[in-house]
Protein backbone atom coordinates (compact mmCIF):
# COMPACT_ATOMS: atom_id res chain seq x y z
CA UNK A 1 0.00 0.00 0.00
CA UNK A 2 1.26 3.60 -0.78
CA UNK A 3 2.35 5.88 1.76
CA UNK A 4 0.44 8.81 2.38
CA UNK A 5 2.96 11.23 3.49
CA UNK A 6 5.70 10.18 0.69
CA UNK A 7 2.71 11.03 -1.77
CA UNK A 8 1.92 14.27 -0.25
CA UNK A 9 5.66 14.93 -0.51
CA UNK A 10 5.57 13.49 -4.05
CA UNK A 11 2.48 15.88 -5.15
CA UNK A 12 4.48 18.77 -3.06
CA UNK A 13 7.36 19.07 -5.37
CA UNK A 14 4.90 18.32 -8.49
CA UNK A 15 3.29 21.52 -7.13
CA UNK A 16 6.76 23.56 -7.24
CA UNK A 17 7.25 22.26 -10.93
CA UNK A 18 4.07 23.44 -11.82
CA UNK A 19 3.79 26.73 -9.92
CA UNK A 20 7.28 27.46 -11.48
CA UNK A 21 6.06 26.46 -15.32
CA UNK A 22 3.18 28.85 -15.03
CA UNK A 23 5.48 31.31 -13.61
CA UNK A 24 7.34 31.06 -16.61
CA UNK A 25 4.59 31.08 -19.24
CA UNK A 26 2.14 34.10 -17.56
CA UNK A 27 5.90 36.19 -18.28
CA UNK A 28 6.06 34.91 -21.91
CA UNK A 29 2.41 35.68 -22.05
CA UNK A 30 3.11 39.12 -21.20
CA UNK A 31 5.96 39.30 -23.89
CA UNK A 32 3.33 38.17 -26.68
CA UNK A 33 0.73 40.63 -25.49
CA UNK A 34 3.89 43.49 -25.74
CA UNK A 35 5.19 42.39 -28.99
CA UNK A 36 1.34 42.30 -30.38
CA UNK A 37 0.69 45.80 -29.05
CA UNK A 38 3.80 46.69 -30.75
CA UNK A 39 2.70 45.46 -34.11
CA UNK A 40 -0.54 46.47 -34.06
CA UNK A 41 -2.55 42.87 -34.01
CA UNK A 42 -5.59 41.83 -31.32
CA UNK A 43 -4.28 40.05 -28.16
CA UNK A 44 -7.05 37.22 -28.47
CA UNK A 45 -6.91 35.09 -31.50
CA UNK A 46 -10.07 32.80 -31.27
CA UNK A 47 -8.63 30.28 -34.14
CA UNK A 48 -5.39 29.64 -32.71
CA UNK A 49 -7.02 29.25 -29.36
CA UNK A 50 -9.23 26.44 -30.69
CA UNK A 51 -6.27 24.69 -32.26
CA UNK A 52 -4.21 24.51 -29.62
CA UNK A 53 -7.53 22.59 -27.69
CA UNK A 54 -7.57 20.40 -29.92
CA UNK A 55 -3.74 19.42 -29.69
CA UNK A 56 -4.21 19.20 -26.19
CA UNK A 57 -7.24 16.69 -26.32
CA UNK A 58 -4.23 14.41 -28.38
CA UNK A 59 -0.91 14.91 -26.64
CA UNK A 60 -2.53 15.20 -22.92
CA UNK A 61 -2.35 11.65 -20.97
CA UNK A 62 -4.70 9.21 -20.54
CA UNK A 63 -5.77 9.99 -16.07
CA UNK A 64 -5.52 14.13 -17.09
CA UNK A 65 -7.13 13.99 -20.63
CA UNK A 66 -11.02 14.45 -19.33
CA UNK A 67 -9.80 18.10 -17.42
CA UNK A 68 -6.91 18.79 -19.93
CA UNK A 69 -8.95 21.76 -22.19
CA UNK A 70 -10.58 23.10 -19.29
CA UNK A 71 -7.39 23.40 -17.39
CA UNK A 72 -6.38 25.47 -20.56
CA UNK A 73 -8.76 27.17 -21.03
CA UNK A 74 -8.59 28.39 -17.67
CA UNK A 75 -4.77 29.32 -18.69
CA UNK A 76 -5.81 30.74 -21.39
CA UNK A 77 -8.73 32.83 -19.86
CA UNK A 78 -5.68 34.31 -17.47
CA UNK A 79 -2.67 34.89 -20.02
CA UNK A 80 -5.53 36.85 -22.21
CA UNK A 81 -6.62 38.94 -18.56
CA UNK A 82 -2.63 39.38 -17.74
CA UNK A 83 -1.70 40.25 -21.70
CA UNK A 84 -4.48 43.41 -21.38
CA UNK A 85 -3.24 44.82 -18.50
CA UNK A 86 -1.43 48.05 -19.03
CA UNK A 87 2.48 47.85 -19.28
CA UNK A 88 5.08 49.81 -17.68
CA UNK A 89 8.65 48.42 -16.38
CA UNK A 90 12.09 49.93 -16.15
CA UNK A 91 13.96 51.03 -18.49
CA UNK A 92 18.17 50.31 -18.88
CA UNK A 93 20.88 49.67 -21.14
CA UNK A 94 22.11 46.75 -19.26
CA UNK A 95 19.85 45.37 -15.81
CA UNK A 96 21.30 42.77 -14.79
CA UNK A 97 18.99 41.46 -12.01
CA UNK A 98 16.48 43.82 -10.60
CA UNK A 99 14.05 44.08 -8.00
CA UNK A 100 11.92 46.39 -9.55
CA UNK A 101 9.64 44.07 -10.96
CA UNK A 102 8.97 41.97 -7.68
CA UNK A 103 8.48 45.74 -6.06
CA UNK A 104 5.92 46.57 -8.66
CA UNK A 105 4.02 43.33 -8.55
CA UNK A 106 3.63 43.33 -5.10
CA UNK A 107 2.32 47.17 -4.55
CA UNK A 108 -0.41 46.56 -7.39
CA UNK A 109 -1.42 44.01 -9.62
CA UNK A 110 -3.53 46.34 -11.93
CA UNK A 111 -0.44 46.56 -14.35
CA UNK A 112 2.37 44.33 -15.46
CA UNK A 113 5.93 45.54 -15.56
CA UNK A 114 9.04 44.43 -16.76
CA UNK A 115 12.90 44.78 -17.76
CA UNK A 116 13.34 46.71 -20.64
CA UNK A 117 16.26 47.28 -21.77
CA UNK A 118 17.09 49.26 -24.94
CA UNK A 119 20.40 50.60 -26.85
CA UNK A 120 20.22 54.05 -26.97
CA UNK A 121 18.71 53.92 -31.09
CA UNK A 122 16.00 51.82 -29.81
CA UNK A 123 14.39 54.63 -27.44
CA UNK A 124 13.02 56.98 -30.15
CA UNK A 125 10.52 53.67 -30.61
CA UNK A 126 9.85 52.90 -27.01
CA UNK A 127 8.92 57.16 -26.50
CA UNK A 128 6.10 56.48 -28.71
CA UNK A 129 4.14 55.19 -25.89
CA UNK A 130 2.79 52.15 -28.53
CA UNK A 131 3.24 49.47 -26.21
CA UNK A 132 4.30 50.79 -22.38
CA UNK A 133 1.80 53.39 -20.72
CA UNK A 134 5.11 54.33 -18.95
CA UNK A 135 8.54 53.35 -17.22
CA UNK A 136 11.11 53.91 -15.03
CA UNK A 137 14.40 54.72 -16.10
CA UNK A 138 17.87 54.08 -14.80
CA UNK A 139 21.46 53.89 -15.86
CA UNK A 140 22.62 55.63 -18.17
CA UNK A 141 19.02 57.42 -19.29
CA UNK A 142 18.00 59.61 -16.19
CA UNK A 143 18.74 62.88 -18.44
CA UNK A 144 18.23 61.71 -21.39
CA UNK A 145 14.54 60.97 -20.58
CA UNK A 146 14.25 64.06 -18.94
CA UNK A 147 15.57 65.43 -22.66
CA UNK A 148 12.64 63.68 -24.20
CA UNK A 149 9.16 64.64 -22.00
CA UNK A 150 6.92 67.18 -22.55
CA UNK A 151 6.06 68.07 -19.00
CA UNK A 152 8.80 67.86 -16.23
CA UNK A 153 7.28 67.93 -12.41
CA UNK A 154 9.22 70.36 -10.42
CA UNK A 155 12.01 67.98 -8.91
CA UNK A 156 12.47 66.69 -12.53
CA UNK A 157 13.18 70.20 -13.66
CA UNK A 158 15.51 70.76 -10.82
CA UNK A 159 17.22 67.82 -11.24
CA UNK A 160 17.38 67.61 -14.91
CA UNK A 161 16.34 64.17 -14.48
CA UNK A 162 13.47 61.79 -15.14
CA UNK A 163 13.25 58.37 -13.32
CA UNK A 164 9.58 58.22 -13.81
CA UNK A 165 8.25 58.49 -17.45
CA UNK A 166 4.30 58.09 -17.94
CA UNK A 167 2.19 58.75 -21.96
CA UNK A 168 -0.46 60.74 -20.76
CA UNK A 169 -3.92 60.52 -22.49
CA UNK A 170 -3.60 63.96 -23.27
CA UNK A 171 -0.66 62.84 -26.06
CA UNK A 172 1.93 63.99 -24.22
CA UNK A 173 4.96 62.45 -22.12
CA UNK A 174 5.58 63.76 -18.42
CA UNK A 175 8.33 63.28 -16.72
CA UNK A 176 8.60 62.90 -12.78
CA UNK A 177 11.46 62.33 -10.37
CA UNK A 178 10.56 59.72 -7.30
CA UNK A 179 14.36 58.99 -6.57
CA UNK A 180 14.47 62.14 -4.53
CA UNK A 181 11.66 61.39 -2.71
CA UNK A 182 12.87 57.76 -2.07
CA UNK A 183 15.84 59.12 -0.58
CA UNK A 184 14.17 61.32 1.36
CA UNK A 185 12.60 58.27 2.77
CA UNK A 186 15.49 56.31 3.15
CA UNK A 187 17.32 58.80 5.72
CA UNK A 188 14.24 59.23 7.69
CA UNK A 189 13.61 56.14 9.05
CA UNK A 190 16.94 55.55 9.81
CA UNK A 191 16.85 58.88 11.88
CA UNK A 192 20.03 60.19 10.18
CA UNK A 193 19.95 64.31 10.44
CA UNK A 194 20.74 66.29 7.04
CA UNK A 195 19.62 70.07 8.04
CA UNK A 196 22.23 72.27 9.00
CA UNK A 197 24.67 69.17 7.88
CA UNK A 198 27.76 69.77 5.55
CA UNK A 199 27.44 66.74 3.06
CA UNK A 200 29.48 65.05 0.69
CA UNK A 201 28.32 63.76 -2.72
CA UNK A 202 29.87 60.54 -4.36
CA UNK A 203 29.13 60.68 -7.96
CA UNK A 204 28.42 63.11 -10.97
CA UNK A 205 25.26 61.44 -12.42
CA UNK A 206 21.24 61.29 -12.56
CA UNK A 207 21.53 59.36 -8.95
CA UNK A 208 23.52 62.07 -7.86
CA UNK A 209 21.01 64.77 -9.03
CA UNK A 210 18.17 64.18 -7.22
CA UNK A 211 20.38 63.19 -4.08
CA UNK A 212 21.30 67.07 -4.43
CA UNK A 213 17.92 68.27 -4.73
CA UNK A 214 16.64 66.10 -1.36
CA UNK A 215 19.75 67.31 0.45
CA UNK A 216 18.75 70.84 -0.37
CA UNK A 217 14.79 70.23 0.52
CA UNK A 218 16.41 68.36 3.71
CA UNK A 219 18.16 72.39 4.45
CA UNK A 220 21.79 70.70 4.36
CA UNK A 221 23.99 73.50 4.94
CA UNK A 222 26.65 72.62 1.89
CA UNK A 223 27.00 70.28 -0.57
CA UNK A 224 29.37 68.94 -1.87
CA UNK A 225 30.05 66.70 -5.04
CA UNK A 226 33.08 64.36 -5.78
CA UNK A 227 33.60 62.82 -8.96
CA UNK A 228 36.51 61.10 -11.14
CA UNK A 229 37.06 63.99 -13.45
CA UNK A 230 35.46 67.15 -10.96
CA UNK A 231 37.18 69.66 -9.33
CA UNK A 232 36.82 67.92 -6.29
CA UNK A 233 38.02 64.50 -6.72
CA UNK A 234 39.35 61.44 -5.45
CA UNK A 235 42.60 62.18 -5.13
CA UNK A 236 41.89 65.75 -3.33
CA UNK A 237 38.66 64.83 -1.65
CA UNK A 238 40.26 64.89 2.09
CA UNK A 239 41.21 68.32 1.83
CA UNK A 240 38.34 69.73 0.08
CA UNK A 241 35.86 68.02 1.90
CA UNK A 242 37.49 66.54 5.09
CA UNK A 243 35.20 68.29 7.45
CA UNK A 244 32.01 66.70 5.72
CA UNK A 245 29.46 65.13 8.52
CA UNK A 246 27.38 63.01 6.01
CA UNK A 247 28.88 61.18 2.82
CA UNK A 248 26.05 59.44 0.13
CA UNK A 249 27.02 57.08 -2.35
CA UNK A 250 25.17 57.22 -5.57
CA UNK A 251 27.89 55.53 -7.77
CA UNK A 252 27.83 51.59 -8.11
CA UNK A 253 30.91 51.49 -6.66
CA UNK A 254 30.36 48.14 -4.89
CA UNK A 255 27.72 46.44 -6.32
CA UNK A 256 27.19 42.80 -6.75
CA UNK A 257 29.39 41.25 -7.52
CA UNK A 258 32.39 43.90 -7.68
CA UNK A 259 31.60 43.99 -3.83
CA UNK A 260 35.12 44.93 -2.80
CA UNK A 261 35.46 48.15 -4.45
CA UNK A 262 35.97 51.42 -1.97
CA UNK A 263 36.42 55.17 -3.32
CA UNK A 264 37.27 56.81 0.19
CA UNK A 265 38.87 55.62 2.96
CA UNK A 266 35.84 56.99 6.11
CA UNK A 267 38.67 57.56 8.88
CA UNK A 268 39.89 60.51 6.89
CA UNK A 269 36.99 62.53 7.58
CA UNK A 270 36.81 62.83 11.21
CA UNK A 271 33.44 64.65 11.69
CA UNK A 272 31.85 62.34 10.22
CA UNK A 273 28.20 61.24 12.17
CA UNK A 274 26.30 59.08 9.08
CA UNK A 275 27.30 57.14 5.97
CA UNK A 276 24.26 56.86 2.72
CA UNK A 277 24.52 54.26 0.17
CA UNK A 278 21.65 53.95 -2.35
CA UNK A 279 23.11 50.56 -3.49
CA UNK A 280 21.01 47.66 -2.30
CA UNK A 281 22.90 44.78 -3.74
CA UNK A 282 24.73 43.62 -1.03
CA UNK A 283 22.76 44.87 1.80
CA UNK A 284 26.09 46.34 3.67
CA UNK A 285 28.36 47.40 1.31
CA UNK A 286 32.07 47.45 2.38
CA UNK A 287 31.21 51.40 2.74
CA UNK A 288 28.70 51.24 4.84
CA UNK A 289 30.48 47.92 6.92
CA UNK A 290 33.31 50.92 7.00
CA UNK A 291 30.92 53.05 8.45
CA UNK A 292 29.30 50.66 11.03
CA UNK A 293 33.08 49.60 12.33
CA UNK A 294 33.62 53.41 13.29
CA UNK A 295 30.09 53.77 14.90
CA UNK A 296 28.27 55.83 12.23
CA UNK A 297 24.38 56.00 11.26
CA UNK A 298 23.95 54.08 8.07
CA UNK A 299 21.75 53.59 5.62
CA UNK A 300 21.16 51.10 2.96
CA UNK A 301 19.33 51.77 -0.72
CA UNK A 302 16.70 48.90 -0.68
CA UNK A 303 14.60 51.39 1.26
CA UNK A 304 15.05 54.37 -1.23
CA UNK A 305 13.91 51.90 -3.92
CA UNK A 306 11.00 50.72 -2.35
CA UNK A 307 9.94 54.14 -1.47
CA UNK A 308 10.44 55.35 -5.39
CA UNK A 309 8.76 52.61 -6.75
CA UNK A 310 5.56 53.30 -4.45
CA UNK A 311 5.77 57.01 -5.45
CA UNK A 312 6.02 55.99 -9.18
CA UNK A 313 3.42 53.34 -8.98
CA UNK A 314 0.93 56.06 -7.70
CA UNK A 315 1.49 58.03 -10.81
CA UNK A 316 1.19 54.96 -12.72
CA UNK A 317 -2.23 54.55 -11.90
CA UNK A 318 -2.91 58.32 -12.40
CA UNK A 319 -2.93 59.38 -8.41
CA UNK A 320 -1.23 62.40 -9.35
CA UNK A 321 -2.65 64.33 -6.51
CA UNK A 322 -2.23 61.80 -4.26
CA UNK A 323 1.17 61.08 -5.33
CA UNK A 324 2.26 64.99 -4.50
CA UNK A 325 0.83 64.76 -1.33
CA UNK A 326 2.48 61.62 -0.52
CA UNK A 327 4.25 61.94 3.05
CA UNK A 328 7.80 60.92 4.12
CA UNK A 329 6.67 59.46 7.40
CA UNK A 330 7.01 55.47 7.64
CA UNK A 331 4.32 54.00 5.25
CA UNK A 332 2.75 50.56 6.33
CA UNK A 333 2.87 49.02 2.52
CA UNK A 334 6.66 50.52 1.87
CA UNK A 335 7.55 49.12 5.30
CA UNK A 336 5.71 45.79 4.69
CA UNK A 337 7.78 45.00 1.02
CA UNK A 338 11.17 46.06 2.86
CA UNK A 339 10.51 43.96 5.12
CA UNK A 340 9.78 40.83 2.43
CA UNK A 341 13.08 41.89 0.12
CA UNK A 342 15.31 42.02 2.81
CA UNK A 343 13.97 38.10 3.52
CA UNK A 344 14.58 37.25 0.50
CA UNK A 345 18.30 39.02 -0.82
CA UNK A 346 20.22 38.30 2.30
CA UNK A 347 21.17 35.04 3.48
CA UNK A 348 20.88 32.99 6.37
CA UNK A 349 24.38 32.46 7.51
CA UNK A 350 25.34 29.98 10.19
CA UNK A 351 29.17 30.57 12.17
CA UNK A 352 30.56 28.50 15.37
CA UNK A 353 33.20 26.24 16.94
CA UNK A 354 33.81 23.10 14.83
CA UNK A 355 31.34 20.48 15.68
CA UNK A 356 28.68 22.56 17.09
CA UNK A 357 26.14 21.50 14.53
CA UNK A 358 26.26 24.37 11.84
CA UNK A 359 25.59 22.16 9.01
CA UNK A 360 23.01 20.12 10.06
CA UNK A 361 21.42 23.44 11.32
CA UNK A 362 21.73 24.95 7.88
CA UNK A 363 20.39 21.73 5.88
CA UNK A 364 16.98 21.35 8.18
CA UNK A 365 16.40 25.24 7.84
CA UNK A 366 17.31 25.00 4.03
CA UNK A 367 14.41 22.29 3.97
CA UNK A 368 11.86 24.10 6.30
CA UNK A 369 12.41 27.81 3.82
CA UNK A 370 13.05 26.39 0.62
CA UNK A 371 16.51 27.97 0.18
CA UNK A 372 19.17 26.90 -1.36
CA UNK A 373 21.93 24.87 0.83
CA UNK A 374 25.42 25.61 0.64
CA UNK A 375 28.19 24.47 3.03
CA UNK A 376 31.65 26.19 2.73
CA UNK A 377 33.48 23.16 3.26
CA UNK A 378 32.33 21.64 0.74
CA UNK A 379 32.40 24.20 -1.83
CA UNK A 380 36.08 24.22 -0.93
CA UNK A 381 36.37 20.60 -1.94
CA UNK A 382 34.59 21.33 -5.48
CA UNK A 383 36.46 24.47 -5.98
CA UNK A 384 40.13 22.86 -5.07
CA UNK A 385 39.25 19.06 -5.13
CA UNK A 386 39.84 18.60 -1.52
CA UNK A 387 38.28 18.37 1.47
CA UNK A 388 39.45 20.62 4.29
CA UNK A 389 41.29 18.35 6.47
CA UNK A 390 42.77 17.37 3.53
CA UNK A 391 43.98 20.52 2.47
CA UNK A 392 44.84 21.44 6.16
CA UNK A 393 47.17 18.35 6.01
CA UNK A 394 48.80 18.61 3.19
CA UNK A 395 48.85 22.17 2.13
CA UNK A 396 49.32 23.43 5.38
CA UNK A 397 46.38 25.78 7.43
CA UNK A 398 47.86 29.10 5.79
CA UNK A 399 47.35 27.76 2.36
CA UNK A 400 44.16 26.31 3.23
CA UNK A 401 43.26 29.82 5.05
CA UNK A 402 44.10 31.83 1.82
CA UNK A 403 41.99 29.56 -0.35
CA UNK A 404 39.13 29.96 1.98
CA UNK A 405 38.79 33.41 1.44
CA UNK A 406 38.50 32.97 -2.23
CA UNK A 407 35.28 30.55 -1.38
CA UNK A 408 34.07 33.01 1.00
CA UNK A 409 34.36 35.61 -1.29
CA UNK A 410 32.48 33.72 -4.26
CA UNK A 411 29.89 32.56 -2.00
CA UNK A 412 28.89 34.61 0.68
CA UNK A 413 28.16 38.18 -1.57
CA UNK A 414 25.39 35.97 -2.95
CA UNK A 415 21.54 36.45 -2.08
CA UNK A 416 18.84 34.25 -0.51
CA UNK A 417 20.74 31.17 0.64
CA UNK A 418 21.63 29.15 3.96
CA UNK A 419 25.23 29.30 4.39
CA UNK A 420 27.23 27.17 6.98
CA UNK A 421 30.82 27.85 7.78
CA UNK A 422 33.48 26.43 8.47
CA UNK A 423 34.47 26.87 12.35
CA UNK A 424 37.96 28.87 11.58
CA UNK A 425 36.22 31.30 9.10
CA UNK A 426 36.60 34.34 11.57
CA UNK A 427 40.36 33.53 11.88
CA UNK A 428 40.75 35.84 8.90
CA UNK A 429 39.58 39.53 9.62
CA UNK A 430 39.44 40.22 5.74
CA UNK A 431 36.42 37.32 5.80
CA UNK A 432 34.32 39.66 8.05
CA UNK A 433 33.32 41.56 5.63
CA UNK A 434 31.85 38.87 3.40
CA UNK A 435 30.13 36.91 5.84
CA UNK A 436 28.24 40.37 6.85
CA UNK A 437 27.84 41.98 3.79
CA UNK A 438 24.31 39.82 2.76
CA UNK A 439 23.65 37.65 5.31
CA UNK A 440 21.60 37.39 8.71
CA UNK A 441 24.47 35.89 10.62
CA UNK A 442 23.87 33.85 13.69
CA UNK A 443 26.42 32.33 16.18
CA UNK A 444 25.54 28.75 16.59
CA UNK A 445 27.05 28.21 20.24
CA UNK A 446 27.06 24.73 22.39
CA UNK A 447 28.68 23.48 25.84
CA UNK A 448 32.84 22.96 24.41
CA UNK A 449 31.95 19.13 26.04
CA UNK A 450 29.59 18.62 23.22
CA UNK A 451 31.88 19.12 20.19
CA UNK A 452 33.47 16.78 18.59
CA UNK A 453 36.86 16.74 16.86
CA UNK A 454 36.61 14.24 14.46
CA UNK A 455 38.41 14.47 10.97
CA UNK A 456 39.00 18.35 12.05
CA UNK A 457 42.92 18.79 12.40
CA UNK A 458 42.94 22.02 13.78
CA UNK A 459 40.60 21.33 17.00
CA UNK A 460 42.92 18.30 17.06
CA UNK A 461 46.16 20.27 17.14
CA UNK A 462 45.33 23.01 19.15
CA UNK A 463 42.45 21.48 21.38
CA UNK A 464 38.63 22.64 21.73
CA UNK A 465 39.49 25.12 24.81
CA UNK A 466 42.57 26.84 22.99
CA UNK A 467 40.58 27.30 19.65
CA UNK A 468 37.07 28.54 21.79
CA UNK A 469 39.03 31.48 23.61
CA UNK A 470 41.06 32.68 20.08
CA UNK A 471 37.82 32.61 18.11
CA UNK A 472 34.84 33.24 20.69
CA UNK A 473 34.73 37.38 20.44
CA UNK A 474 35.12 37.42 16.78
CA UNK A 475 31.85 35.02 17.03
CA UNK A 476 29.92 37.54 19.00
CA UNK A 477 31.25 40.55 17.42
CA UNK A 478 30.58 39.22 13.57
CA UNK A 479 26.56 37.65 14.35
CA UNK A 480 23.37 39.50 14.57
CA UNK A 481 22.14 36.26 16.20
CA UNK A 482 22.91 34.42 18.69
CA UNK A 483 21.77 30.84 19.25
CA UNK A 484 22.69 29.16 22.34
CA UNK A 485 21.88 25.44 22.68
CA UNK A 486 22.78 24.25 26.03
CA UNK A 487 21.65 20.62 25.72
CA UNK A 488 23.11 17.83 23.62
CA UNK A 489 22.05 17.54 20.07
CA UNK A 490 20.90 14.19 20.51
CA UNK A 491 17.97 15.63 23.61
CA UNK A 492 16.97 18.94 21.39
CA UNK A 493 13.29 19.27 20.29
CA UNK A 494 12.50 19.44 16.75
CA UNK A 495 9.41 20.68 14.59
CA UNK A 496 9.25 19.73 11.45
CA UNK A 497 12.68 18.43 11.22
CA UNK A 498 14.60 21.52 12.89
CA UNK A 499 15.51 22.77 16.45
CA UNK A 500 12.66 24.59 18.08
CA UNK A 501 15.31 27.18 19.18
CA UNK A 502 15.95 27.22 15.67
CA UNK A 503 12.64 28.08 14.27
CA UNK A 504 12.06 30.60 16.62
CA UNK A 505 15.19 32.50 15.66
CA UNK A 506 14.15 32.43 11.87
CA UNK A 507 10.52 33.80 13.17
CA UNK A 508 12.58 36.67 15.04
CA UNK A 509 14.55 37.68 12.07
CA UNK A 510 11.41 37.74 9.88
CA UNK A 511 9.96 40.12 12.74
CA UNK A 512 13.09 42.24 12.76
CA UNK A 513 13.67 42.48 8.77
Known sequence: ??????????IDA????????????????RKIGNVKRAEGKQTFDASREEAIFEKIKKISGFESRPYAVDLYREIFRLSKLHQNKPAFGVLGRSLGHTYSPEIHNLLDSSYTYSVIEREP????????????????????????????????DEAARECGSVNTVVFGKDG??????????????????????????????????????????????????????????????YENVYDKAGSVQVIVNTTPVGMYPNVNERLVDLEKFPRLEACCDLIYNPARTRFLQDAEDLGLKICGGLSMLVAQAYKASMLFKGDIEAAEKLGVEKN?????????????MRNITFIGMPGCGKTTMAKRISAITGRPL???????????????????????????????????????????????????????????????????????????????DHNRPVSIQHGVEKLFSQRKDKYETWCDYRLTLDTYPDKQSYIDGAPLEAMKLIEKIENNA
Do not use: H, W
Not at 14 to 29: K, M, N, P, Y
Not at 332 to 344: N, P, V, W
Open 374 to 452: VDLDYAYRDKYGMTSAEAISGLGEDAFRDNECVVASEVLPQSGLVISCGGGIVTRPENKFYVRCNSYVIYLERPLETLS
Open 172 to 233: KTYGYNTDYYGFIYMVGRKGIEIAGKDVLVLGTGGAAAAVNYALKTLGAANILSCGRTSGIN
Open 121 to 152: EELDELFSGKVFKGFNVTIPYKKEAAARCDVL
Open 14 to 29: IDREILDAFERRTAVS
Open 332 to 344: AAIEQIIRSLKLK
Open 1 to 10: MDDLEKLRSE
